[in-house]
């Protein structure tokens, strides 16, 4: 996924009130990612859903992992568009 459109979605839950939840993690990633992403969106859901996806992939589900730490979900989005790219503090 290196190449190309680099899209992040984070679909959370209304239901829950999870927007601003989603919204910090997306300011999150905007900040580490600023020049490695093309796109990130939130995508309001129902039923508990807090799930990011790279592209077409999942890589965080809250229901398989629980609340993410921002750290993980860079890590994530880092392997998949940006590889190598060092994460300053936050990998110690």
Do not use: N
């Not at 979605?9 to 601003?20: G, K, S």
């Not at 796109?39 to 039923?47: D, F, M, N, Q, V």
Request: with cysteine; net charge positive; proline share 5%.
């Amino acid at each position: 996924m290196t190449s190309g459109i680099r899209r992040v979605q984070i679909e959370y839950c209304t239901q829950c009130r999870w927007l601003p939840r989603a919204a910090w993690l997306a300011q999150e990633l905007l900040t580490t990612f600023e020049s490695e992403l093309t796109e990130l969106s939130l995508k309001p859901g129902t039923g508990g859903v807090f799930v990011v996806r790279v592209g077409d992939e999942v890589v965080w589900d809250r229901r398989e992992h629980g609340f993410p730490e921002p750290t993980a979900v860079k890590r994530a989005v880092r392997d998949r568009v940006a590889p190598g790219k060092t994460l300053g503090h936050s990998e110690r």
